[in-house]
């Protein structure tokens, strides 16, 4: 990594703080508004823009406690999926305040815009990630480049991430999935992103052992797996990085990119 | 401006992993201060260790692993993420102290006897007691179980218990054993554990048959604490853990 001069989180917290303070109605920063209020911030839920009825704290800290479960009670361990809670309204004395309550929401988020902005953020590929890894994730070395395309398109996109993904897979290959249009870079694979890669990768090896339809024992699991929630009258889904579970919604969004075209090949569509 | 960075595990799964150290660190910035930015980071939460030390502004940086024992996590992945040269990195502008895991420093038997003395409290307990500690352990790591050792003998030398014994879930002495054999009659569990998880709520309740707190059985009573780790007085175990790497890299 490039030697880095000056105060960067410092200067992050200028620049969010000035970009706030230049706009009227305040900015979105994933699915937060943050406005200009007196000589301080407010932060709300941007499905809160009316603002009643909502829990208001003027500690930033709180954005831990708001941020750490969804609405009905999950955990989440990422904090960039669309499911942030509602009903609540932060107002921040300053700066410094605006900017550890920001940390909590999205963590380094602040910093990372600012640069994005600068033309100074460094990414790094998930070819060169993943030669990092040790221990048990070690195995998402070898994950071939059409798995790691898909399992990006499973996990990365603006429906299950809100960031805007900036890495590829390797200096030559460009990542094909939507990267998003948020305002929150991310600039290499998460650890979320590696726990899937590590269960994508199981999947392809286990692609020996399909079917005469070419079918796969997991692929299998997991039909018979939705068959039996969807007859019992509801199919329940998995915590959101369970992806040891068939019925995790990245998990399904992969099967839906790698067994859906198997299950309906092309023209038997519909 | 300094900086404190205390480096949890987390989890995929549920938040107990990482609660512990968010409260560690509140304690730290409204009770015990010493430092102009107290943050969290984890290995599989955010904000990742990766990026973490772009979120401090302080230039002098003190970090403390929120693990028991040296190992795996402390000399490979916390390095190498947090890219540190060893203890003492300087690096964009800041000069980085890593200080080392918190299970050897020679302030954690106290935080072990708060945490018995806050399970015991209002409970009788007439006749011989022993303190059982209860480690992981692995056969990949002997540190794990030399740091549970380790604090067995500090706190046998301190003459509070008619004995002090050691158990593990993963290796010799297997904890079962060690409560059901040991000569006492009341046997106080106590788990070196950083956090709350699978294991202290659920594998070692069941495979110890513990009904709670207090399980009486065959003669004897058998107490079953919380975690070391989640004790309130580990916040102060972790802020003396970075003034000893300041002192260390002073001297
Ligand atoms: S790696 Fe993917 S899932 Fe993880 S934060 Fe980045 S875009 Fe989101």
């Given at each position: 990594m490039r030697e880095r001069t000056g105060?960067?989180?410092?200067?992050?917290?200028?620049?969010?703080?000035a970009w706030i303070s230049e706009s009227d109605d305040g900015r979105v920063f994933g699915e937060v508004r943050i406005e200009k209020d007196g000589s301080g911030y407010s932060i709300r839920h941007i499905e809160d823009e009316g603002g009643e009825n909502l829990d208001v704290s003027t500690d930033p800290t709180d954005a831990r406690e708001i941020s750490r479960f969804t609405?009905?009670?999950?955990?989440?361990?990422l904090k960039s999926s669309p499911n942030l809670r509602r009903r609540w309204e932060l107002r921040l004395s300053g700066e410094a305040a605006l900017v550890s309550a920001m940390n909590y929401f999205y963590p380094a988020g602040a910093v990372h815009w600012h640069l994005d902005r600068e033309g100074e953020l460094e990414t790094t590929s998930f070819r060169e990630n993943a030669s990092r890894q040790s221990g048990m994730?070690?195995?998402?070395?070898?994950?071939?480049?059409?798995?790691?395309?898909n399992a990006a398109k499973a996990c990365c996109e603006d429906d299950v991430c809100l960031k805007k993904t900036l890495w590829d897979i390797d200096d030559d290959t460009p990542l094909e999935a939507e990267r998003g249009d948020g305002e929150i870079p991310c600039p290499e694979p998460c650890s979320v992103f590696v726990s899937f890669a590590r269960r994508v990768r199981s999947f392809e090896k286990e692609e020996i052992y399909a079917d005469s339809d070419?079918?796969?024992?997991?692929?299998?699991?997991?039909?018979?797996?939705?068959?039996?929630?969807?007859?019992?009258g509801g199919v329940s889904f998995a915590r959101e990085a369970e992806f040891e579970e068939p019925v995790n919604e990245r998990r399904m969004r992969y099967r839906r990119l790698t067994l859906a075209p198997k299950l309906r090949p092309e023209g038997e569509s519909g | 401006m300094k900086a404190l960075v205390i480096v949890g595990h987390g989890s995929h799964l549920n938040g107990d992993s990482s609660l512990p150290i968010y409260e560690h660190a509140a304690r730290i910035r409204r009770e015990i201060g010493g430092f102009d930015e107290v943050v969290e980071c984890f290995w599989k939460?955010?904000?990742?260790?990766?990026?973490?030390?772009?979120?401090?502004?302080?230039?002098?940086?003190?970090?403390?692993?929120?693990?028991?024992?040296?190992?795996?996590?402390?000399?490979?992945?916390?390095?190498r993420e947090l890219g540190l040269d060893g203890s003492l990195t300087e690096k964009d502008g800041k000069t980085i102290h890593y200080a080392g895991p918190l299970g050897a420093f020679e302030g954690m038997p106290d935080v072990i006897l708060e945490r018995t003395a806050d399970l015991m409290r209002g409970?009788?307990?007439?006749?011989?007691?022993?303190?059982?500690?209860?480690?992981?352990?692995t056969d990949l790591n002997k540190n794990s179980s030399g740091v549970i050792y380790?604090?067995?003998?500090?706190?046998?030398?301190?003459?509070?218990?008619?004995?002090?014994?050691?158990?593990?879930?993963?290796?010799?002495?297997?904890?079962?054993?060690?409560?059901?054999?040991?000569?006492?009659?009341?046997?106080?569990?106590?788990?070196?554990?950083?956090?709350?998880?699978?294991?202290?709520?659920?594998?070692?309740?069941e495979d110890l048959g513990f009904d709670g707190e207090v399980t009486v059985r065959d003669g004897k009573a058998v107490f079953y604490g919380a975690p070391v780790g989640t004790h309130p007085s580990m916040a102060r175990l972790i802020a003396d853990r970075a003034r000893e790497a300041e002192a260390a890299s002073l001297a």
């Open positions: 105060n960067v989180a410092a200067e992050a917290r200028e620049a969010f703080a609405e009905s009670g999950e955990y989440r361990p994730y070690e195995r998402a070395k070898h994950l071939s480049d059409e798995a790691a395309q070419g079918l796969t024992p997991s692929e299998k699991e997991d039909i018979a797996a939705l068959v039996d929630g969807a007859a019992s | 939460e955010e904000p990742s260790m990766r990026h973490v030390l772009d979120t401090v502004e302080s230039d002098e940086v003190f970090i403390v692993p929120a693990f028991i024992s040296q190992g795996y996590f402390t000399e490979q992945v916390i390095p409970k009788e307990a007439g006749g011989t007691t022993a303190l059982v500690l209860l480690g992981h352990g380790l604090n067995a003998e500090r706190i046998r030398e301190r003459n509070i218990y008619d004995l002090v014994e050691v158990g593990f879930l993963d290796q010799e002495p297997e904890i079962s054993g060690v409560v059901e054999n040991v000569e006492a009659e009341n046997v106080i569990v106590i788990p070196v554990f950083i956090a709350e998880g699978w294991h202290t709520r659920e594998t070692i309740p």
